[in-house]
DNA sequence: CGCGACGTTGATTTGCCTCAACGATTGTGG
DNA sequence: CCACAATCGTTGAGGCAAATCAACGTCGCG
């Protein structure tokens, strides 16, 4: 169970036996069925889960009540609302699941203990900070100097494991456009 | 002149007279006029920096050569490109004075020398990581899901100051819209 | 002074949205 | 195991928000 988690934090810091057993022995095991709620709005989030099988999406409400995606969140990644979970401030955010999911939940308290034991997993976190971070400046720049039809072809060739798993329409949302719109672009690209 | 930051890195951890001094004595003093360029697309970020006063832009470049503005610093804000300044990888990223200004420069060995020693400092850094992610997540969302006018009407009340100091042009790709469609909109909002 | 940077205004165009109707597929309770 | 409802994707018609292009005014500054 902890094999992919270890793997991933080994990457970032250099940590032996003793310090990935105590890592682990921090984390929360949990299985959840698809469409299911991890945080909705309005409460706080207590976790940053690290996804071992599945598919988790995250996103805020439109003042017409429209999801819009923030992030996808497969195999190896974390999930999370940083600043609700950092802060302990209620979120606008919600995650809900879009596959049977396995997750290890890290909360707020053990995240300390083990910064506080084991400072190298300093490094751990800023990395994914630093990600999550890139990608949303990359969107940002994506959403104001790309056309929807390029974003598109983007998204194919970073993503290619989620545009295969994850409903059209989400993906649409996920780049700022309307799902008709997607599919026209789709039919137009097919003809070529 | 280690006033202002010390306010500021005091904000996020308790640190006291010793390590606020060890820290001021990593920080490298810079006084440079307006239309400087501190990072040019091409070459690695090496510093990140602490505006002590003056104004500046980081953006990219879309395929016609047209700046994307990716964020305004002033006062009390770092600004870095911070992909290249932990990887020590080739930037895409511009970051220029639009004032004249005074900056406090750490520079990556530095950086790693003072989370050694004073690993409390870690705290300060992913504060404004977490900081930097949640202007962006807001971004994202307001490009997709709010009309020109009131992202526009939301910049102005965030950032009052921003607002009065940088050219109107910069705002409107900050904005991600044209310049001469911020300027209808504000004789729209002048005939009210 | 004259030039460049900046902002405005109007005419025209366009990329994308909205709305609506319609298959196809999946899932689910009776 | 079928019937019916959701969920999802497609297609077309029409509309609108914002882009583009172009001309012009204004300031600050070398």
């Given amino acids: 169970m902890f094999e992919e988690i270890n793997k991933y934090v080994l990457k970032c810091a250099d940590l032996n036996v003793d310090e990935l057993a105590y890592f682990n022995s ?3 095991s949990k299985k959840v069925p698809k ?6 709005a309005g409460s706080i989030c207590d976790f940053e889960a690290f996804i071992v099988h599945g598919c988790i999406k995250s996103y805020l409400l439109d003042q017409n009540g429209t999801e819009v995606i923030l992030t996808f969140g497969i195999e190896n990644w974390w999930i999370s609302d ?3 979970f950092h802060e302990q401030s ?3 955010m919600y995650i809900e699941t879009i596959e049977d999911s396995e997750l290890l939940l890290l909360n707020p308290a053990s995240k300390n203990q083990l910064l506080e034991k084991i400072p190298k997993f300093e490094k ?5 900070l630093q990600r999550h971070l890139a990608s949303y400046q990359e969107r940002i720049f994506g959403n104001i100097a790309i056309s929807a039809q390029d974003r598109y072809l983007t998204f194919l060739k970073k993503y290619p494991t989620i545009s295969q798993r994850v ?3 989400l993906i649409a949302s996920y780049l700022g456009m309307s799902p008709e719109f997607l599919s026209k672009i789709r039919a137009r690209l097919a003809k070529k």
Same sequence: chains 1, 2.
Avoid: A, D, N, W
Wanted: aromatic share 8%; net charge positive; proline share 4%.
């Fill in 90 to 92: 209620m979120s606008q």
């Fill in 167 to 169: 409903p059209q329409h």
């Fill in 124 to 128: 751990v976190f800023r990395l994914m």
């Fill in 82 to 84: 940083i600043t609700s």
């Fill in 26 to 28: 921090l984390l929360i």
């Fill in 35 to 40: 469409k299911t709620f991890l945080l909705k």
